[in-house]
């Protein structure tokens, strides 16, 4: 544990960070995840999530969780299963 007032503050903004991060981190993965299994399963609200899952992908993306390009990729992956 640090002694230093700054480097405490540190720590704590580091800790929240990190909880910020892996939470919209995992909403996005949990959005993804479910519209592959719509998409799988030929379900009517594969659009719905398609546009939800975007969005997540958006969201991370403009935090700096993923690159700009990954989410880009993602997303052309994501609608190339939906045509299919």
Avoid: C, W, Y
Wanted: no cysteine.
């Amino acid at each position: 544990m640090p002694n230093i007032k700054s480097a405490i503050k540190r720590t704590k903004t580091a800790q929240t960070r990190t909880a910020r991060n892996a939470h919209v981190k995992s909403t996005m993965r949990t959005a993804v995840k479910k519209f592959e299994t719509a998409v799988a399963n030929n379900d009517e609200n594969a659009k719905d999530l398609l546009v939800e899952a975007v969005s997540k992908l958006d969201k991370a993306a403009a935090k700096g969780l993923i690159h700009k390009n990954a989410a880009n990729r993602q997303k052309s992956r994501l609608m190339k299963k939906l045509a299919n």
